[in-house]
């Protein structure tokens, strides 16, 4: 199962929108409404942001938003702030019942 | 609140043997799946194994079927990944997750990880 293809690296400047686009197959993102997105800060643990393609966890700022067309899914950061300097991975379920991560994508907030 | 403690990373050669633990708390361990999710340094997630609720059902990734194993004790609240034929590109912070139900599903609560280096 290959990984689902993320851009390396984005940025912006605070108070922008980004997106983040998660290509994958008609075996995984396409195959289901099972797609998240993580984020991780230097050091730290991964933090569940967006599951089921766009269901905001508790707690997670209304700025993270999640959607998906057919194999390719994006989380979309409105307002960029400082604090969203993170790296982001999307994960999806596929057909053969195990989850596959993106490469991860650097997010610069200039 | 929700507590996922790893232990058992350490130094191992190559073509040796290591079981991680992951110890939880704060939630009812046996109604929710448990993962392990890997971190080699410098490098993206990579997703391992899943185990449902019960444990009846798991699941792998191909770069680790047949050589890890994935276990949980419901009674101890601890979740298990056996290594066997360990090999250099092994190496990484192993985190373990709990999913959002008692099958294989996105994780919501990651522990801090436990490190495994395989060197000689």
């Known amino acids: 199962q290959s990984a689902l293809t993320q851009p390396a690296s984005v940025s912006g400047s605070p108070g922008q929108s980004i997106t983040i686009s998660c290509s994958g197959t008609?075996?995984?993102?396409?195959?289901?409404?099972?797609v998240c997105w993580y984020q991780q800060h230097p050091g730290k643990a991964p933090k569940l942001m967006i599951d089921d393609v766009s269901n905001r966890r508790s707690g997670v700022s209304n700025r993270f938003s999640g959607s998906k067309s057919g194999n390719t899914a994006s989380l979309t950061i409105s307002g960029l702030q400082a604090e969203d300097e993170a790296d982001y991975y999307c994960s999806s379920y596929t057909t053969n019942n195990i989850w596959v991560f993106g490469g991860g994508t650097k997010l610069t907030v200039l | 609140e929700v507590q996922l403690l790893e232990s058992g990373g350490y130094l191992v050669q190559p073509g040796g043997s290591l079981r991680l633990s992951c110890a939880a708390s704060?939630?009812?361990?046996?109604?929710?799946?448990m993962s392990w999710v890997r971190q080699a340094p410098g490098k993206g997630l990579e997703w391992l194994s899943a185990?449902?609720?019960?444990?009846?059902?798991?699941h792998y990734a191909d770069s680790v079927k047949g050589r890890f194993t994935i276990s949980r004790d419901n009674s101890e609240n601890t979740l298990y990944l056996q290594m066997n034929s360990l090999r250099a590109e092994d190496t990484a912070v192993y985190y373990c997750?709990?999913?959002?139900?008692?099958?294989?599903?996105?994780?919501?609560?990651w522990g801090q990880g436990t490190l495994v280096t395989v060197s000689s």
């Open positions: 008609s075996s995984d993102v396409g195959a289901n409404n099972y």
């Open positions: 185990i449902s609720g019960g444990g009846d059902s798991t």
């Open positions: 997750a709990k999913g959002l139900y008692k099958w294989n599903s996105q994780n919501d609560y």
């Open positions: 704060g939630f009812t361990f046996s109604n929710y799946a």
